[in-house]
């Protein structure tokens, strides 16, 4: 049997960010993951200055041993039709590879690690958790990503009536043949947006690595989409005929589009598991890590008294961070831009650059938190 003071579900950026958090005052916390890292996860890679600034990162050494790809520029679209190109003086974002990134997060919390492990069940018992039969806990973070078993247990419908966007991603090492074909600038990714404006495609090259996807919020099949996506990208040459894996796929929520429990007496949820992906680009890192560290402030705050009572603050930050979600009827590009006047604004540079980039996906406008 084991025990610790805090048990964290899932050793992603929330799970990771929480742990390490929670760690550094002192508390003794362990992270039970079902996957061995270094493990991948879908997901295009890239992050913004806010998600380094947060976790503090020193950029040169992280870059040393990991695949760092800075961003300056990119290449916005409707799919099929011309592209604009929008430059900036520094670096804006950074391509990362989830399965360096996600561990060094995890190596670095100094939390006790349980990896390859399921969490198969949660059950209560006197003055909290009993996990899997074998750990003992007063309070478990939920961090599980979208399908989190903790989220499950304390009563959140997954999947069922929420609006979720489906996404489909693949990343390989390009041959020197490749890479030298490859018409993608790593510096400048592309995005290549639907024609309905209901989703996207994005090219992001780190390095000499290549990583593709195609998310739509839709209930019909991804398939036609991302097949035409590829067959466009392959005659312009920016996709090799040969790909040498398969795509893989991932669901997701996002902000405002669930409603998923936060919080239960001795549990907490965060990051993909609480449903916060940002709303118009679909950017889920940055929300993950901030979340974690409400909650870890709110569990020091608690002095181990863990009744939901005590808990209620972090669903009141989160509400404050995040804002009030949006009605149902937006999604990843707002609604009442989504028909024809989205591809007139898409083709101007102005609304490119300070509406989708600046504003969707950089948030320049936003400060970043603090991890200290
Ligand atoms: C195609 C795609 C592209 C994306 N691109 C970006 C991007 O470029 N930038 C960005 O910021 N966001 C992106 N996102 C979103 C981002 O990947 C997620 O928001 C982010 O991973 C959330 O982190 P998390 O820690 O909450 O969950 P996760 O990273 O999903 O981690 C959850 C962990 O829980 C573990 N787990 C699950 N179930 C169990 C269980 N039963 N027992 C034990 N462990 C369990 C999993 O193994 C996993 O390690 C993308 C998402 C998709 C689908």
């Known amino acids: 049997m084991a025990s610790c003071d805090v048990l964290v579900v899932g050793g992603g950026p929330a799970g990771s960010t929480c742990a390490r958090q929670l760690q550094r005052t002192g508390l003794d916390v362990m992270v039970i993951d079902k996957a061995t890292f270094p493990r991948d996860k879908v997901c295009a890679g890239w992050i913004t ?3 380094v600034k947060t976790l ?14 800075p961003i300056t520029g990119f290449k916005v679209g409707i799919l099929g039709k011309a592209q604009s190109e929008i430059r900036y003086q520094t670096a804006v974002s950074y391509g990362i590879r989830r399965i360096e990134f996600d561990d060094y997060l995890l190596r670095r919390s100094g939390a006790r690690l349980r990896l390859g492990e399921n969490v198969k069940s949660i059950q209560r018992q006197e003055g909290g958790w009993l996990v899997n039969g074998t750990i003992s806990t007063p309070l478990i973070v939920g961090a599980g990503g979208n399908a989190c078993p903790v989220a499950r247990h304390i009563g959140s419908k997954i999947g069922g009536g929420e609006k979720v966007v489906i996404a489909k991603e693949i990343e390989f090492l390009m041959s020197p043949q490749q890479v030298e074909k490859c018409t993608i600038r790593a510096d400048t990714p592309e995005l290549f947006f639907c024609s309905d404006l209901k989703g996207y495609g994005w ?3 780190k390095g000499d690595y290549l990583n593709l996807g195609f998310g739509r919020e839709d209930t019909h099949p991804l398939s036609p989409h991302l097949e035409a996506f590829c067959n466009f990208l392959m005659r312009q040459d920016k996709l090799p005929a040969a790909l040498p894996q398969s795509f893989h796929g991932h669901a997701y929520t996002l902000y405002g589009h669930t409603r998923r429990q936060l919080l239960a007496d001795g549990v907490l949820i965060i990051g993909d598991a609480a449903g916060l992906a940002t709303e118009r680009s679909g950017e889920g890192i940055r929300p993950a890590i901030e979340s974690a560290l409400f909650a870890a402030q709110v569990i020091n705050a608690a002095a181990g008294d863990y009744c939901k009572q005590r808990l209620l603050p972090y669903e009141d930050q989160l509400l404050a961070h995040f804002g009030m979600p949006s009605p149902p009827a937006t999604g990843l590009i707002a ?15 102005w609304f490119s650059r300070h509406v989708v980039l600046d504003s969707w996906f950089l948030h320049a406008e936003e400060a970043p938190r603090s991890l200290n």
């Open 49 to 51: 200055p806010s998600v």
């Open 56 to 69: 503090d990162i020193d950029l040169d050494d992280y870059g040393k041993q990991h695949i760092l790809q």
């Open 203 to 205: 090219c992001l090259r």
């Open 335 to 349: 609604d009442a831009i989504r028909r024809s006047l989205g591809r007139i604004l898409l083709n101007s540079l």
